[in-house]
């Protein structure tokens, strides 16, 4: 079992920086994919970025180039480090652990956060 808890969201105004922390319980944490997903209003929850056990991520291409992603394993927490903020990028963001198939429903991640809201004003 794993639990995630998501921090870091707030208000912020066009072009600027957020960093996002999601920090999670368990002891398998360092085996599983961790991902950012993120949900505006009105539409469907989707994929922002992952990164596996050996680091290596993948992005959403509206955010490549602005947003990283990182993992501590020894902190058992992950980060989505967003600049260049774009009023676009306002939605709840959520945190998840799983396998990551994006096929697959919840993108066949097994764990998700409650998630944090980023607003970003024009």
């Known amino acids: 079992q794993v639990q995630l808890v998501e921090s870091g969201g707030g208000l912020v105004q066009a072009g600027g920086s957020l960093r996002l922390s999601c920090a999670a319980s368990?002891?398998?944490?360092?085996?599983?994919?961790m991902g950012w997903f993120r949900q505006a209003p009105g539409k469907e929850r989707e994929f922002v970025a992952t990164i596996n056990w050996s680091t290596t991520t993948v992005y959403l291409d509206s955010v490549k180039g602005r947003s990283t992603i990182s993992r501590d394993n020894a902190k058992k927490t992950v980060y989505l480090q967003m600049n260049s903020l774009k009023p676009e990028d306002t939605a709840v963001y959520y945190c998840?652990?799983?396998?990551?198939?994006?096929?697959?429903?919840?993108?066949?991640?097994?764990?998700w956060g409650k998630g944090t809201l980023v607003t970003v004003s024009s």
């Open positions: 998840a652990a799983g396998s990551y198939y994006p096929s697959r429903p919840s993108y066949g991640m097994d764990y």
């Open positions: 368990g002891r398998t944490f360092s085996s599983y994919i």
